[in-house]
């Protein structure tokens, strides 16, 4: 082992190195585990070798000589071998630095596999893609909330829409949450800090004597599997699917709730059933007798797969306007509920919104309440379900 004080000296007249050999190595005097290796015809390199916790050794490079100076190198290695007296592993921090992966690689490999059967697969992928283009190839602890903000504002200047953008947002808090989770990436999550843009959603809602035209127009649809599907949705505030391909399973009478196996945020969600609504669906029962699903389909074992005609013919018959939506039903009966006096947080949990985890428990200890802020809306437009069984038509 030779040993010898690193200086410039030494850099400008290295030793020869011996017959039979590739290169020699040079130990620092002073600073203990600093060295540098001389090869012919190779920049002359410098190391810091240290034993870890278990006694293992460890060997970081320097940088070679021309890019990094003596000076330089010696405070270096000096202010590592400070470190590892206090008890630090230089060389497992630099590995955990290049296990984090990039962005395309966290998305790819982690988080599109998790939600490919997810609902809203294809939004995620057409999230990804944009998010992959702009940040892919940097790594995780990179990219920053600047980053982030400044994205969003090219998204919005590209055309998006301000709703748009902001779920871009929120696939990517999604995804570094999931990241972090893992034990992929340690850092605070970038995409945690901007709030979203302002959102100018057209959401449309009925008036109370829209809603009893409504239906006394659903009373009289021939269709009375999709005409009782159209007022559980008015009743409920649900998302078509899930009243469309509810099952009698789903149904609990006891406690007056409708379960959604996997609803749109992919979980389970409870909804509560206001007398009308139980009303319903036990005239429902009646009529459908065994089958499986709730509102069966043309199929047999098959639910329901459109209220289109029925909606269509309902519609014109309530004197509403045709841009008037399906979905709307379920803002009129949230803003009903609201309007009512009924917190945010309670509705959010009737309607199965997933951002709300403390009103999500709550649902779970006290369906009572919640069945009883789900009447609300019944009790306000002054009505039963007088659903008489009728020949369905197809």
């Not at 000096?78 to 470190?83: D, E, H, I, S, V």
């Amino acid at each position: 082992m030779t040993i010898a004080k690193i200086t410039l000296e030494l850099m400008n007249n290295p030793p020869a190195i011996p017959v039979g050999k590739r290169r020699v190595r040079v130990y620092d005097s002073e600073i203990k585990g600093l060295s540098v290796e001389f090869r012919p015809k190779k920049k002359a390199s410098f190391r810091f070798r240290y034993f870890d916790q278990y006694h293992r050794e460890q060997m970081i490079g320097l940088g070679r000589f021309g890019a990094v100076t003596i000076t330089q190198v010696r405070e270096r290695a000096q202010a590592l071998r400070a470190g590892v007296s206090l008890g630090q592993d230089p060389a497992a921090e630099k590995r955990q630095r290049r296990a984090i992966p990039t962005v395309a690689k966290m998305i790819e490999e982690t988080v599109l596999p998790e939600l490919a059967h997810q609902r809203g697969a294809g939004n995620h992928r057409a999230y990804a893609a944009r998010i992959v283009q702009a940040f892919g190839k940097l790594r995780l602890d990179e990219l920053t909330p600047t980053d982030i903000i400044s994205w969003r504002l090219r998204l919005v200047k590209e055309g998006l829409a301000n709703a748009t953008a902001n779920r871009h947002i929120a696939f990517l808090r999604m995804a570094f949450n999931r990241a972090i989770e893992r034990g992929l990436f340690s850092g605070s999550n970038p995409a945690k800090t901007p709030r979203a843009l302002p959102e100018n959603n057209r959401e449309q809602y009925l008036t109370v004597k829209q809603v009893q035209a409504l239906v006394g127009a659903l009373d009289l649809e021939p269709n009375r599997d999709a005409a009782g599907a159209i007022l559980l949705l008015l009743l409920t505030g649900a998302r078509r699917n899930e009243v469309t391909q509810a099952r009698w399973s789903d149904v609990n009478f006891e406690l007056n709730l409708l379960t959604v196996q996997r609803s749109k945020s992919g979980r389970r969600h409870h909804i509560p059933l206001s007398s009308p609504a139980v009303s319903l669906l036990r005239m429902q029962q009646q009529r459908t007798g065994q089958l499986e699903h709730v509102f069966p389909g043309r199929v047999p074992g098959k639910p329901i797969t459109s209220l289109r005609g029925a909606w269509s013919r309902a519609r014109q018959m309530a004197g509403l306007s045709d841009d008037f939506v399906l979905h709307s039903l379920r803002h009129t009966y949230a803003s009903c509920l609201v309007n009512r006096g009924r917190s945010l947080d309670e509705v959010a949990v009737v309607l199965g919104h997933s951002q709300l985890s403390t009103t999500r428990r709550y649902a779970h200890h006290a369906p009572d309440r919640l069945v009883s802020t789900a009447t609300l809306a019944a009790e306000t437009w002054g009505f039963l379900p007088a659903m008489e069984p009728r020949t369905n038509i197809n």
